[in-house]
């Protein structure tokens, strides 16, 4: 487990200001040690919970072209067919994964393959299991196709809390399968977009973990 880049610089500035609060505190008020001790661990406590949005697990990518993994650690809130309207113009099948703010925040790629697609798109910022925010939030959608012709799109979706997207890859880029391709601040939602004949693998509610969880097997 390391540290994700996005997080070093605030969390070394936020442990420079809260040491140098309970510094101060304790040069301004050292008479109330149960407020300071109250303070102390509070402050420990905050910059905890900070640093696990920042976790980065390390493990070894797959390298399988039927299976495609998570793209993000969370839980699915949707398994149904939906139509692409972006750039697919067809109908797939969507499976969502809502990462919350104790999740790893790392976005991986499904399957190898290369960049197709590329796009942001600023928008708001509804709660991410609105069902409007896959198209009208702040968001980026990604084609990643296979060497045999097969394509999966997946899109980055901000939330009420998440306004924070970063993306790393851009059309033409080669990606590995389980290799990161963006990080959303704090938690929101991934939308995966499937052919029709991929043999879904996952269930409403089931805990995924990125580029290590099996959602869909490819038919071809």
């Known amino acids: 487990m390391t540290i994700h880049k996005e997080g070093k ?11 140098g609060m ?13 407020l300071l001790n ?22 070894k990518s797959g390298a399988d072209t039927q299976m495609v993994y998570a793209p993000a650690d969370g839980k699915v809130v949707v398994i149904e067919e939906a139509m692409e309207e972006e750039y697919l113009h067809e109908k797939r099948k969507q499976i969502s994964i809502f990462m919350s703010p104790i999740n790893v925040h790392v976005n991986r790629s499904p399957i190898s393959g290369t ?14 299991w609105h069902p409007k925010s ?6 980026t959608t990604m084609v990643v196709s296979q060497k045999n012709g097969v394509k ?22 080669s990606l590995e399968q389980g290799g990161e391709f963006g990080f959303i601040k704090f938690g929101s939602r991934v939308d995966v977009f499937l052919p029709l ?8 509610n089931d805990v995924t973990k990125g580029g290590r969880t099996a959602i869909a097997k ?3």
Do not use: C
């Open 115 to 128: 960049v197709e697609y590329f796009k942001y798109h600023p928008g708001k910022y509804l709660v991410a």
């Open 134 to 139: 896959s198209y009208e939030n702040e968001r």
């Open 152 to 173: 999966l799109l997946v899109r980055q979706i901000a939330g009420a809390v998440a306004r924070r997207i970063k993306w790393y890859v851009k059309e033409g880029d």
């Open 218 to 220: 490819l038919k071809s």
């Open 9 to 19: 610089k605030l969390l070394f500035w936020m442990l420079m200001i809260l040491a």
């Open 38 to 59: 109250v303070i102390l661990i509070a402050s420990v406590i905050i910059f905890l919970l900070v640093l696990q949005f920042f976790r980065n697990p390390v493990f």
């Open 197 to 204: 004949d991929a043999e879904i693998l996952v269930n409403i």
């Open 22 to 34: 309970n510094i101060a505190l304790h040069q301004i008020i050292p008479d109330q040690e149960t």
